[in-house]
């Protein structure tokens, strides 16, 4: 499984919103739906995000097992 709670924390600390992954990155609403429930979504749109906010991605996702455990 994937965790992408440090992309809505990077989004709230650079005063960023939801919307604006659509309007400035270019994902559809789909795929914000995808981050939103913590599905996984293409290498390129993580490439995408990551170049908008010009961050890693580290900053914006992790690994989690079954438990929500984050996975080193």
Do not use: Q
């Not at 965790?3 to 990155?25: C, G, P, Q």
């Not at 390129?44 to 995000?49: A, G, L, Q, S, Y």
């Amino acid at each position: 499984m994937v965790s992408y709670n440090l992309l809505w924390k990077t989004l709230i600390d650079r005063h960023k919103k939801k919307t604006d992954l659509i309007a400035e990155v270019g994902i559809s609403s789909a795929t914000l739906a995808k981050l939103s429930k913590n599905e996984y979504v293409s290498m390129e749109t993580i490439v995408k995000i990551c170049n908008w906010l010009h961050c890693t991605i580290s900053d914006i996702c992790v690994i989690v097992d079954a438990k929500h455990e984050v996975c080193l």
